[in-house]
């Protein structure tokens, strides 16, 4: 009885704790390594630009180099494995990694002037050695279970927008936890360790998966009469080279958003890590929402690289939409201020509101961009076999747009344009996006011109 249940056990139950646990623990991570380089740089600022900088590009290495190897691999579980234990192994090491590098770094750095040349360089090596090892397994493993889930090409879109969906979940859930209670109850060292420790619960979980007789027939005949989105018209080169485009300057104008965001919400909420969570949170609920709506399947008649297109002209119409609203924040958290007494008691109540707030001011552009990289996937793929190559391609051309979009927009056109020029430099890129894929999408033209 019990091998006759694990014969038709669904991947995706175990895949989707995996993921969700993942999920939550990377973002863990980032806050403790921001946390861990800002005592060491005494510049907070650095801190969160170099860690982000260089979690993000290890997320996109891992994705052009994993993925293809997801391809070549005959259990997607075991390769996912392997590189949750290198994280693991990773985390438990990193206080004394750290201890190493610092020593190191401190001595080189000791006559070097702290705003020179020379000195950013030996920051930037530091936080090389220090994140990105990790991050470059982190950005192997959703090629990894997609390796292990996917039964056809029609429902790897189903597949990599729930794994987004639920990964981008436990994002929100990590970024909570990190700002909430790991660091004011365990501080830095033991948080690591607490992490570390979840985190095996996760390499457990995956060693499990690995030797499992999934039985993936039944998958597949329980999905067949599933409604899937109509196909995605052949992918010319016109249409390859829009959607590597389409993802990388989307990805850009995402973190472009959020910067403006969390400036102009840390007017009123302030810069605590209190208030950075509830912001990051935010950003990450909706985008969360977007990939959880594609996959349900919104729009079925909708081909995914049409939909895509009009995704982009939905961010910039949601972000048009939200504008008038941004001057009013202020006033409302003045009034909430006075409606709750600042104690220990209505900490937590307050919080929430806080949370609400910034979810409502982003959702409608937020869900949008969480619509963009699940249909992108869809629609440059054209077959099962070399899915881990093409999700790798679009999820490193999405996180090198993070990556440069998040240094462009905090260092250049922040100081040079502000807030409001950049969300009208965002505004454009998202309907020069909308506007060239429409052109593109045969089905349009189609509807257009009969």
């Not at 939550?24 to 969160?48: Q, R």
């Not at 209670?181 to 360790?193: H, R, T, V």
Request: hydrophobic content about 55%.
């Amino acid at each position: 009885m019990i091998s006759r249940r694990i014969g038709i056990l669904h991947p995706q139950h175990i895949i989707s704790i995996l993921f969700l646990i993942s999920g939550a623990i990377g973002l863990v991570y980032e806050t403790l390594w921001a946390k861990y380089l800002s005592h060491l740089l005494g510049n907070t600022a650095h801190a969160h630009t170099f860690v982000l900088a260089f979690f993000l590009g290890g997320l996109a290495i891992g994705y052009i180099l994993l993925g293809p190897l997801s391809d070549k691999t005959k259990n997607g579980f075991r390769l996912y494995a392997y590189l949750e234990a290198f994280i693991v192994l990773f985390a438990f090491a990193f206080p004394s990694i750290y201890d190493f590098c610092s020593a190191i770094f401190i001595d080189l750095v000791k006559d070097i002037p702290a705003n020179s040349a020379t000195y950013i360089v030996y920051e930037f090596a530091l936080t090389a050695v220090l994140i990105l090892p990790p991050t470059i397994c982190m950005g192997g493993t959703l090629p990894a279970l997609i390796k292990a889930i996917r039964s056809s090409i029609e429902q790897a879109e189903k597949d990599i927008s729930w794994l987004y969906f639920i990964n981008s979940a436990g994002a929100v859930i990590g970024t909570l936890i990190a700002g909430f209670y790991l660091l004011p109850e365990f501080g830095l060292k033991q948080s690591m360790y607490v992490a570390g420790a979840v985190n095996g619960l996760v390499l457990i979980l995956a060693f499990i998966g690995s030797f499992l007789p999934f039985d993936y027939t039944s998958r597949t005949q329980s999905n067949a009469s599933a409604t899937l989105r109509v196909a995605s018209p052949p992918l010319t080169k016109n249409r390859y080279t829009y959607l590597l485009f389409g993802v990388f300057f989307s990805g850009a104008v995402a973190l472009l958003y959020e910067i403006v965001w969390i400036r102009l919400l840390s007017l009123t909420l302030g810069s605590s890590t209190y208030a950075f969570s509830i912001m990051l949170a935010a950003f990450i609920g909706g985008i969360a929402c977007g990939s959880f709506l594609i996959n349900r399947q919104i729009f079925p008649r909708i081909d995914a690289f049409t939909l895509f297109a009009l995704s982009q002209l939905g961010i910039a119409f949601s972000i048009v939409l939200s504008l008038p609203y941004y001057e009013k924040i202020p006033y409302f958290f003045v009034k909430l201020n006075f409606i709750f007494v600042r104690s220990e008691d209505t900490f937590l109540i307050y919080s929430a509101l806080q949370f609400l707030t910034c979810l409502v001011l982003m959702f409608l552009p937020t869900l949008c961009l969480g619509m963009t990289l699940p249909l992108a996937t869809r629609a440059i793929s054209d077959s099962v076999e070399n899915l881990g190559k093409q999700v790798g391609h679009i999820f490193s051309a999405n996180t090198a747009g993070n990556l440069i979009g998040a240094a462009l927009t905090g260092i250049v056109l922040m100081p040079a344009l502000g807030m409001q020029r950049v969300i009208e430099l965002g505004l454009i890129i998202n309907l020069a996006l909308a506007v060239i894929g429409l052109l593109l999408s045969p089905t349009i033209k189609k509807k257009t011109f009969g």
